[in-house]
């Protein structure tokens, strides 16, 4: 039987491909990192999951116990199993809401701009945008036992002209983003000072 | 007042018209956010499976029950406020039950 195997370099060069459409990239736009929050963020969910679906398992043993018959009568049972399904249904699709809201705050840096996009639950989106050269200050934040452990943290990018102040929440290595923010900024800074020299003469 | 057991089945069926809706409009929501990737399909794979898998369980737990069966909800008494009541049958054996009392 012959195995398909798609590789890994071609999965993210799908995925670059597709978020370059979604931000609507400039010819002379590079895409230099996409940011996700830190998925020990994410293990939360994981941890109410796994006890709702332990929940019914132990309802059913105290049911048992305490009233041995009850399962002997047929509508009581039909709507123990009718219940049982719809709560683990609803469990799942709270668990896939949850994952929504977690993997579609994403981050993209751009060697021109930072695109900020941010998830509340499943009918709300918020997007905003940044030129890199108007950047003023990043700050990095690493607060508490996980975040120390695990380096991740908060980045916050503040500008002086525009009233928009972009906050990276929960990202990995937030030290080394802040570094290569600023990097980045004083690149497209001297890029667009080059330019309106130019322009000027 | 009693109803059909089926009413419940297509109330369980209604649920899973909005859980399959959900579920859609979540995937949608991963496809145009530009985020499909290995592992947003790994999630969207495990409670696709899950939910067949509780759909499948849930039917084969319930596919011996008579769904045209009735359930009764509660008894209707209310009308026995404006029916005349029922005569209370007469016991033989007391006395003073019955139509006829002998004095002597």
Redesign the interface.
């Given at each position: 039987m012959k195995m398909f195997r798609v590789p890994k370099m071609k999965?993210t060069l799908i995925?670059l491909m597709?978020?370059a459409?979604?931000i609507k990239k400039k010819s002379y736009e590079k895409i230099e990192l996409v940011l996700r929050r830190h998925v020990i963020t994410f293990l939360a969910h994981v941890f109410l999951f796994a006890l709702l679906m332990l929940a019914p398992v132990i309802f059913y043993f105290i049911l048992k116990n305490l009233f041995p018959g009850i399962f002997e009568m047929?509508?009581i049972y039909?709507?123990l199993?009718?219940g049982?399904?719809?709560f683990?249904?609803t469990a799942?699709?709270l668990?896939?809401?949850h994952?929504?809201d977690y993997?579609?705050d994403?981050w993209i840096v751009t060697n021109d701009r930072i695109i900020d996009?941010e998830?509340f639950g499943?009918f709300s989106r918020t997007i905003s945008e940044l030129d890199l050269f108007r950047i003023q200050d990043v700050t990095s934040n690493v607060h508490g036992f996980f975040p120390t452990m695990l380096n991740y943290g908060n980045i916050h990018v503040k500008t002086a002209s525009s009233n928009i102040d972009i906050v990276f929440r929960n990202v990995r290595d937030p030290n080394t983003i802040r570094e290569q923010l600023i990097k980045l900024s004083d690149e497209d800074r001297k890029f667009h000072y080059k330019q309106d020299k130019d322009e000027n003469q | 007042m009693s109803i059909p057991l089926y009413s419940f089945l297509f109330a369980y069926i209604l649920f899973l018209i909005f859980f399959v809706i959900f579920y859609i409009l979540i995937v949608y929501h991963i496809h145009i956010s530009a985020s499909y990737t290995i592992f947003s399909f790994f999630i969207t794979f495990f409670v696709g499976t899950c939910a067949i898998l509780t759909f499948y369980f849930t039917w084969h737990l319930l596919s011996d029950v008579d769904w045209k069966k009735r359930v009764v909800l509660f008894e209707n008494n209310s009308m026995t406020l404006f029916e005349k009541p029922a005569p209370i049958p007469l016991d033989e054996n007391v006395p003073g039950t019955q139509d006829e009392v002998n004095f002597n």
């Open positions: 999965l995925s597709d978020i459409r979604f047929e509508i039909i709507f199993v009718l049982t399904s719809i683990y249904m799942y699709l668990f896939f809401v994952f929504l993997y579609l994403l996009i998830q499943l | -």
